[in-house]
């Protein structure tokens, strides 16, 4: 059972390393299944993280809001300027 297989498997100093030709490998191989875990792990964390993404909308609304609201004149006090 001597001999190099699986990968050129090579050995250097008591390090092995592996190395697996790029036509052995499967590029997408898990792609389905961990983009159905993406969609679980986040709906099962949806209800610690909505109340924060409502917060935040909401203050960054009001915020836009009331900066709008600062800036503009006051109207009254330009009425009987010549």
Known sequence: ???????????????ITYSLSPFEQ???AGLSR???NGVR???TNL??????FITLITVYNWGKKENLRL???NPK???NDE
Do not use: H, Q
């Open 77 to 79: 006090d330009y009425e």
């Open 41 to 43: 792990r986040w709906s």
């Open 47 to 52: 209800i610690y993280m909505a109340p924060g």
């Open 34 to 36: 961990g983009f159905a």
């Open 71 to 73: 800036k503009k004149k």
């Open 1 to 15: 059972m001597g001999g190099k297989f699986f990968g050129n498997l090579a050995r250097y100093r008591n390090v």
């Open 26 to 28: 499967r590029a997408f």
